[in-house]
C-alpha cells in the first residue's frame, strides 16, 4: 500500500509538470515566429530527409521542411482551434441549458429533444458528417467539433442550473423581484462557471484528438498548413525508413492531452469536493460522456 501522504506527493508533482508543460506548449506557440527562422510550409528538397543537427534540431521532413519548426506552428494551430471550439461550445451549451433550466416547461422540452438528437450520434462520425456536408478546412472544423460536443454541457449546465434556480437566495431574489436575466446573472451564473471550467479543461484533449483526427484523414485542416493530424498523415507512408516523423507530432498529442486531462482532474478535485475520489485515469479520452456523467452525479 501506498501512504496518503506519498499518493499526495506524487498527484501535486505530476499537477505541476502538467502545467509547466501547458505553460511550454502554450508559450511556444505564441511565440513560434520567434523561436524559429524558417517558414514551415516552405518546401526545400535539399534538406529532404536532414539529420538532426545545429541548424535542424529534430531534422528535416520528406519536402525538407524544419520539423521542429512544424511542430511549434502546428501547436499554434492545434491549441488555437481548440480554444476557440471551447469557446463556442461553452457558450451554445451555456445559452440552451441555462435557458431550459430556468424557464422549464415546453421550452425545456423541446431544448432538450433538439440536445437528444446530437446526442443519438457519436461525436466523431457526426464531425465526420457534417465535414462532409460544410467541406474541409480549419473553420469548418471548427465549426463541425463545437456543433457536435454542446449538447453534452447543455445538458449538465441544465442540471446545474434545476439543482440551483430553487435554492433559496435565488427564491429570494425573485420574491424582491429581481428580474430573470438578473437572478440567473448574479445567482446561478457564478456556481456554473466553476463546473465550466472543469468541464472544458477535461474535455480540450478529447477535442484535440477530434481536430488531430479528422486532420490525420484528410478532413480537417489540409496540407502544407503546419498541423499535428496532418504531420502524423504525411509521414504515415515512411513510418519504416522514418518513423521520427510520425514520433514527434505523435508524442506531442499525447504529451498535451495527458497534460490536459491531469489539469482537468485537479481543477475538479478542488473546485468540487464531491469529486474528489475520482482520479485522472478514469476520464476517457475517446468518449467525453464520463466526465459529465460522473460531474453530474456529484451533484
Known amino acids: 500500500m501506498i501512504p496518503a501522504g506519498m499518493k499526495r506527493y506524487v498527484r501535486r508533482g505530476l499537477v505541476g509538470f502538467a502545467l509547466a508543460l501547458v505553460v511550454l506548449l502554450v508559450s511556444s506557440a505564441a511565440f513560434a515566429p520567434v523561436l524559429s527562422p524558417y517558414d514551415p510550409t516552405e518546401v526545400n528538397l535539399v534538406n ?8 535542424h534540431i529534430l531534422g528535416c521532413d520528406h519536402l525538407g521542411r524544419d520539423v521542429a519548426t512544424r511542430l511549434l506552428y502546428g501547436a499554434r494551430t492545434s491549441l488555437g482551434s481548440v480554444v476557440i471550439i471551447a469557446g463556442i461550445i461553452l457558450l451554445l451549451g451555456f445559452a440552451v441549458g441555462a435557458t431550459a ?37 480549419i473553420v469548418n472544423v471548427i465549426l463541425a467539433v463545437s456543433l457536435t460536443h454542446w449538447a453534452w454541457y447543455a445538458r449538465i449546465i441544465r442540471s ?31 456556481p456554473v462557471f466553476a463546473q465550466l471550467a472543469i468541464l472544458a479543461t477535461l474535455d480540450i484533449g478529447h477535442m484535440m484528438m477530434h481536430v488531430s483526427g479528422l486532420s490525420f484523414l484528410g478532413l480537417g485542416v489540409t496540407p502544407p498548413t503546419a498541423e499535428w493530424g496532418v504531420m502524423i498523415a504525411d509521414a504515415r507512408q515512411f513510418v519504416w525508413t522514418h518513423p521520427e516523423l510520425i514520433m514527434y507530432p505523435g508524442l506531442a498529442i499525447f504529451l498535451t492531452v495527458m497534460a490536459f486531462n491531469i489539469l482537468g482532474d485537479a481543477l475538479r478535485d478542488a ?12 476520464h476517457a479520452v475517446s468518449d467525453p460522456a464520463p466526465a459529465h456523467d460522473r460531474l453530474a452525479e456529484a451533484h
Open 48 to 55: 529532404k530527409f536532414a539529420e538532426p543537427g545545429p541548424e
Open 101 to 137: 433550466g430556468y424557464m422549464g416547461g415546453a421550452v425545456d422540452s423541446t431544448l432538450m429533444r433538439i440536445c437528444d438528437v446530437f446526442l443519438t450520434f457519436p461525436t466523431f462520425i457526426l464531425a465526420m458528417f457534417m465535414i462532409g456536408v460544410l467541406g474541409t478546412g
Open 160 to 190: 446545474f442550473v434545476l439543482s440551483l434556480k430553487n435554492r433559496e437566495y435565488v427564491l429570494a431574489a425573485r420574491v424582491a423581484g429581481t428580474g430573470r436575466f438578473m437572478t440567473v446573472a448574479r445567482h446561478v451564473l457564478p
Open 271 to 282: 473546485l468540487d469536493p464531491h469529486a474528489a475520489d475520482y482520479h485522472v485515469t478514469d
